[in-house]
């Protein structure tokens, strides 16, 4: 019997539509425009928004990710695992191509921001994932006596 759709599952697709949305014309910016990526904190700033999204789901992944019923823990970790390569991406192109040091307004601070969360969301999801993933084959080899 299918379960019906609950409100935690349309949670993690309305952050992932949410999350396409902001990432995707970030993306087509920064590969448009080779030497010149971003217009200053701009960029940099919505990279970390959304590591910052990946981390927080990453966690709250992490945290349930010892349930038996793991399917929401699954889409968690790998929403958070999307995120966080999406914000270590435009994070490295956009320091990599910033001119400029600390303080001079080119966002090279907000890219460091951003790199360090986009990691820390791959771990956590990578974390969650694993652990999931282990949760449900211990749960299936128990024998029942």
Do not use: C, Q
Not at 30 to 48: K, Q
Not at 59 to 70: F, G
Not at 86 to 109: E, K, R
């Amino acid at each position: 019997m299918k379960k019906p759709i609950t409100s935690g599952s349309t949670l993690f697709h309305t952050i992932a539509a949410a999350l396409l949305v902001l990432a995707i014309p970030a993306t087509a910016h920064a590969s448009s425009a080779a030497g010149n990526i971003g217009s200053g904190r701009f960029l940099p700033t919505v990279a970390a928004l959304i590591g910052l999204t990946g981390v927080l789901i990453g966690r709250w992944a992490l945290i349930h990710s010892k349930r038996t019923e793991n399917r929401k823990v699954k889409s968690g970790a790998l929403l958070a695992l999307i995120s966080g390569l999406i914000s270590l991406a435009i994070g490295m192109l956009h320091a990599v191509n910033s001119a400029g040091g600390f303080g001079t307004g080119n966002g090279l601070a907000g890219a460091i921001v951003a790199m360090i969360l986009g990691l820390t969301a791959l771990v956590l999801g990578g974390l969650a994932l694993a652990r999931s993933r282990r949760a449900y084959t211990d749960n299936s080899t128990k024998k029942p006596f």
